[in-house]
């Protein structure tokens, strides 16, 4: 051991060691920042109580009247997808979207006519089915977080707190999106909007399907009484059998779904292998209009058989 190698151990242990240590502090970082929910973030800047409501409420369109743009299912589904974005800037960047898609396949070959009727085609398809996507992603997220929450309710209510003052701590202790939603919950009943209200607002803005079950007890035990903690703990055990119900029949029903998967994907992998081996393949019929007319009907129909598979596939309970 000379002591050139000595120094250049030392060197390589501490240039791991800062690496490390920066990792570590990143990683700390972008944990906490995941553990804080929208609400504590609003909070974080100085905002009242109150300001940090009406903000998340203008946010989530609660309080939003009847606009230019604000049909009315676009505008619940842009509330139970958790958009912040407003809902005529959103109309705006799909509609943007969808002509950019159209103006991309005129350049690469589509009939102009066809182009421009798939124009207004896209601008009443896509922000659909971008709010679909975006709640279905939260609802997911929602239903995993819900028996958790009622657990920490119950276990709030057996250290004798009331009601409001265990929803006020899923509030502080659960990241989005049931924090904020209970925070909101927390924050109208502190400005004076009975539970049960705030309960119903709450399933308006979320719409989760296990929602009911939890307003219901709520609700029942405000009017009639009775033991709310046994209720909910209750609650909790049958929302997580139907859960792990719901994922056990999406685990049987996964044949059908990967079948969708590859019948779509044959003819699209074939064709593109077509073009790159044997460009002459297709090379004739490009430019006739009855080409495109026969792959858009192709389309049509691939897309009819995938709904009819994935409906076979998909159990409601």
Same mark, same amino acid.
């Given at each position: 051991?000379?002591?050139?190698?000595?120094?250049?151990?030392?060197?390589?242990?501490?240039?791991?060691?800062?690496?490390?240590?920066?990792?570590?502090?990143? %990683?700390?970082?972008?944990? &906490?920042?995941?553990?804080?929910?929208?609400?504590?973030?609003?909070?974080?800047?100085?905002?009242?109580?109150?300001?940090?409501? *009406?903000?998340?409420?203008?946010?989530?369109?609660?309080?939003?009247?009847?606009?230019? !743009?604000?049909?009315?299912?676009?505008?619940?589904?842009?509330?139970?997808?958790?958009?912040?974005?407003?809902?005529?800037?959103?109309?705006? /960047?799909?509609?943007? %979207?969808? /002509?950019?898609?159209?103006?991309?396949?005129?350049?690469?070959?589509?009939?102009?006519? #066809?182009?421009?009727?798939?124009?207004?085609?896209?601008?009443?398809?896509?922000?659909?089915?971008?709010?679909?996507?975006?709640?279905?992603?939260?609802?997911?997220?929602?239903?995993?977080?819900?028996?958790?929450?009622?657990?920490? #309710?119950?276990?709030?209510?057996?250290?004798?707190?009331?009601?409001?003052?265990? #929803?006020?701590?899923?509030?502080?202790?659960?990241?989005?999106? *049931?924090?904020?939603?209970?925070?909101?919950?927390?924050?109208?009943?502190?400005?004076?909007?009975?539970?049960?209200?705030?309960?119903?607002?709450?399933?308006?803005?979320?719409?989760?399907?296990?929602?009911?079950? /939890?307003?219901?007890? $709520?609700?029942?035990?405000?009017?009639?009484?009775?033991?709310?903690?046994?209720?909910?703990?209750?609650?909790?055990? $049958?929302? &997580?059998?139907?859960?792990?119900?719901?994922?056990?029949? &999406?685990?049987?029903?996964?044949?059908?779904? *990967?079948?969708?998967? #590859?019948?779509?994907?044959?003819?699209?992998?074939?064709?593109?292998?077509?073009?790159?081996?044997?460009?002459? !393949?297709?090379?004739?019929?490009?430019?006739?209009?009855?080409?495109?007319?026969?792959?858009?009907?192709?389309?049509?129909?691939?897309?009819?058989?995938?709904?009819?598979?994935?409906?076979?596939?998909? /159990?409601? !309970?």
């Amino acid at each position: 051991m000379t002591p050139l190698l000595i120094v250049y151990g030392a060197a390589a242990l501490a240039g791991i060691m800062l690496a490390e240590a920066v990792y570590l502090l990143y %990683a700390g970082t972008k944990d &906490r920042r995941r553990a804080i929910n929208r609400r504590m973030k609003l909070q974080e800047q100085k905002l009242t109580q109150e300001q940090v409501l *009406i903000q998340l409420r203008k946010e989530r369109g609660a309080d939003g009247g009847p606009g230019l !743009f604000s049909l009315h299912g676009l505008r619940v589904l842009r509330m139970q997808s958790g958009l912040t974005m407003a809902l005529p800037k959103f109309l705006l /960047f799909t509609t943007g %979207a969808a /002509f950019a898609a159209a103006l991309a396949g005129i350049t690469f070959g589509v009939p102009p006519l #066809i182009g421009l009727a798939a124009a207004p085609a896209l601008c009443l398809f896509l922000p659909v089915f971008v709010l679909k996507h975006l709640r279905k992603r939260r609802h997911k997220r929602f239903g995993i977080q819900l028996p958790e929450a009622l657990e920490l #309710i119950t276990r709030s209510l057996k250290a004798g707190h009331p009601v409001p003052v265990a #929803i006020s701590m899923v509030a502080r202790e659960m990241p989005d999106p *049931i924090g904020t939603e209970f925070g909101v919950i927390a924050d109208e009943v502190t400005y004076g909007s009975d539970l049960v209200s705030a309960l119903h607002a709450m399933f308006e803005r979320v719409g989760h399907e296990d929602l009911p079950l /939890f307003v219901t007890a $709520v609700s029942i035990q405000a009017t009639t009484g009775g033991n709310l903690r046994e209720i909910l703990d209750g609650l909790s055990r $049958v929302i &997580r059998e139907r859960g792990k119900l719901r994922r056990k029949v &999406r685990a049987i029903s996964t044949e059908g779904r *990967i079948s969708a998967y #590859i019948l779509s994907a044959v003819p699209v992998l074939l064709m593109s292998g077509l073009t790159v081996l044997m460009p002459q !393949f297709y090379g004739g019929v490009w430019d006739k209009p009855l080409t495109w007319y026969l792959l858009g009907g192709a389309g049509c129909w691939l897309l009819v058989g995938n709904a009819v598979m994935f409906k076979m596939a998909n /159990f409601r !309970f």
